[in-house]
């Protein structure tokens, strides 16, 4: 009896190991444009959006969000599969259930339709073609002034 009460208690050490272990666990994925940071339980705890030198549309941002996002959490059933062999192991019941619950939670996420930097032009007479975007052009802020004080049409 005082056997299993040591090993029931040495299985309730390495869980608290796992679990703290998780707790301080962060994984982080980016894109250029997004960077996001999730804890091991999938929660967001940080997004941060660079500036680019020209504007991306709204819908292009969230987009790019939730794929960032997507990938982070999708790494999380490989950690938690790593922390439960460094603590735990892997053989017992509960830590194959805490592992599928990871995996069923957290799937790949679905492969990219296409890229934000490529647009699809079809010709008549041929096939779909891919090529970069062109970057969009405009003018420098003083192009369009000539020099005259502002105040002087009043």
């Known amino acids: 009896m005082a056997d299993w009460q040591e090993q029931v208690a040495r299985d ?75 603590t735990v192991g892997d053989e017992s019941s509960g830590a194959r259930a805490v592992l599928a619950t990871a995996q069923e939670k957290f799937p790949p996420p679905p492969p990219p339709e296409r890229g934000p930097d490529v647009v699809e032009e079809v010709r008549i007479g041929g096939g779909q073609e891919r090529r970069p975007r062109e970057p969009i052009r405009r003018p420098a802020r003083d192009e369009d002034w000539d020099e005259r004080p502002f105040l002087e049409d009043v």
Not at 57 to 70: F, G, H, N, Q, T
């Open 12 to 86: 309730a050490d390495r869980y608290r190991e796992l679990r703290d272990r998780l707790a301080q666990t962060t994984l982080t994925e980016t894109d250029g444009l997004v960077t996001v940071t999730v804890s091991a339980s999938g929660l967001l705890k940080e997004l941060t959006l660079d500036e680019p030198w020209n504007p991306v549309p709204l819908a292009d941002v969230s987009a790019r969000i939730m794929a960032c996002l997507a990938k982070a959490q999708a790494r999380i059933p490989d950690v938690v599969r790593q922390a439960m062999a460094d």
